[in-house]
């Protein structure tokens, strides 16, 4: 199992309904694939922590990469794990207050 944290610029024209969209869409694809995370997003930039088996991470964040609603992705961080930090979320949406909690997840 992965814990993999990126971050990535939104284009200028995405709206909170599109952020929304996206939060939905991850939580039911998420929870079929047994991924578990957390998605923090201030307006301008976007800041994911993903966990789960490797190569469905792997797989889900080389789409994530080519979604063309961001731009500027870049991996910050990633670690084998044992456990999951967010087990109980497909995808949590958090506010720009809470980049630090996802940040410091990485590290859990």
């Given at each position: 199992m992965i814990r993999l944290l990126y971050f990535s610029t939104a284009r200028a024209s995405l709206t909170t309904s599109d952020v929304a969209d996206i939060v939905e869409f991850s939580q039911k694809n998420n929870a079929e694939r047994d991924i578990t995370g957390a998605l923090a997003f201030?307006?301008?930039?976007?800041?994911?922590?993903?966990?789960?088996?490797e190569t469905v991470v792997r797989d889900l964040v080389t789409a994530i990469e080519k979604d063309p609603?961001?731009?500027?992705?870049?991996?910050i961080d990633e670690k084998k794990v044992d456990g999951r930090y967010f087990a109980d979320w497909s995808m949590l949406l958090v506010n720009e207050l809470d980049f630090s909690k996802v940040i410091n997840a990485m590290h859990a």
């Open positions: 201030n307006g301008r930039n976007f800041c994911q922590l993903l966990e789960g088996e609603r961001h731009s500027g992705f870049k991996i």
